[in-house]
């Protein structure tokens, strides 16, 4: 069981589930003594509105979670959103309520091709100059695992997940880094972290350089278990870099409801002991990791210190009214079941 103070900075809400979806972070939550959970937009099964809506009463009803409401596309392309629409003024209305932060998923090759235009169109560059002017936190989930790209080495599970990238339709993997790349040159102070590494553990030192160049830079240890073996594979040059680093890198999970809670507690425990302890942990290859004995300070950097940072050492409050007026203004982007599910709560919380 956890001993560390830990707040887990990426998890999910991804579906309304049968089970009352208030409670299903709690036990986790206690069983291994979490400070804080940071739940992050996901529109994969519904829309970014209905995510948020989600959100939005989930930290209502568990005030110590930090949230991390996603834009919703009103129209594709990018550029065609209404005035009263548009990015910035979704992250006006999301800011005001009580998020936390943004999540943007529109890095990941599916989502970059629905939106149409580029990650520096510049629709999405005011919304990153607003952000950064206000130091508001940014989560980015940016491209996919290269072999994604490759028929060959794409693994069975992407495969079944619809996450491959070989029909030509698709920007390449170095498209989407170097777009990425773009906005931190136009945008140097944003605060933002990229998920999952950035996908670059093959290539680290991409990651060094964006390091030294951004001060405001980080990324996040969710797996992608293919991170975890890089690590093995070249553990003294990464066991340098964390140790260099241990204020870039934030702990998270991905932990996902409903997910596989087996699997995210097997993980929760490979991650935390790699990070936390000098101990050997059976890994994502099944080969044995060891843990990075990393000094106590620069644990806390990476378990809870660097995100604390970021958003603030509280979550901060729900405004019920501007949720209300939220709620209502986006509420053509809701199915007839999310209203179904929304409407009894706002009547009982709202
Ligand atoms: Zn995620």
Request: charge should be negative; include cysteine; hydrophobic fraction near 35%.
């Amino acid at each position: 069981m956890n001993t560390r103070k830990i707040i887990d900075s990426h998890m999910h809400i991804s579906k309304w589930g049968e089970m009352d979806f208030i409670s299903c972070f709690d036990g986790y939550i206690k069983n291994e003594k979490l400070q804080a959970i940071n739940i992050c937009a996901i529109p994969l099964r519904q829309t970014n509105v209905c995510n948020n809506i989600v959100l939005g009463f989930y930290k209502l009803l568990r005030p110590n979670t930090y949230i991390h409401g996603g834009i919703e596309l009103i129209k594709i392309p990018i550029d065609n959103m209404p005035a009263d629409m548009d990015a910035v003024t979704q992250y006006r209305e999301l800011m005001e309520i009580g998020f936390d932060g943004i999540k943007m998923l529109e890095g990941k090759p599916t989502e970059h091709k629905r939106i149409g235009k580029n990650l520096n169109h510049p629709s999405l560059n005011s919304l990153y100059k607003e952000m950064e002017k206000d130091g508001t936190h940014l989560i980015m989930h940016v491209n996919d695992p290269d072999e994604f790209w490759d028929v060959e080495r794409a693994p069975d599970w992407a495969v079944k997940a619809g996450w491959t990238y070989t029909d030509g339709t698709y920007a390449p993997y170095e498209e989407i880094q170097r777009q990425t790349i773009k906005i931190l040159q136009e945008h140097p102070s944003l605060s933002v972290t990229i998920a999952h590494l950035f996908f670059c553990s093959k290539e680290p030192k991409i990651l060094e350089e964006l390091f030294e160049q951004y001060p405001n830079f980080c990324v996040d240890l969710t797996p992608g278990g293919e991170m975890y073996v890089e690590f093995e594979k070249n553990y003294s040059y990464y066991k340098e870099f964390f140790n260099k680093y241990s204020q870039r890198l934030i702990f998270g999970t991905d932990r996902s409801y409903m997910g596989d809670e087996k699997y995210a507690d097997w993980l929760f425990n490979v991650v935390t002991t790699f990070l936390g302890t000098d101990k050997p942990v059976k890994s994502f290859d099944n080969k044995t990791l060891m843990g990075l004995g990393l000094s106590s300070d620069k644990v806390d950097d990476i378990f809870f210190a660097n995100f604390e940072n970021r958003v603030g050492k509280e979550p901060k409050p729900i405004n019920k009214e501007k949720f209300k007026a939220y709620i209502e203004k986006y509420s053509f982007a809701l199915t007839k079941e999310d209203l179904e599910r929304i409407n009894p709560l706002v009547e009982k919380y709202l």
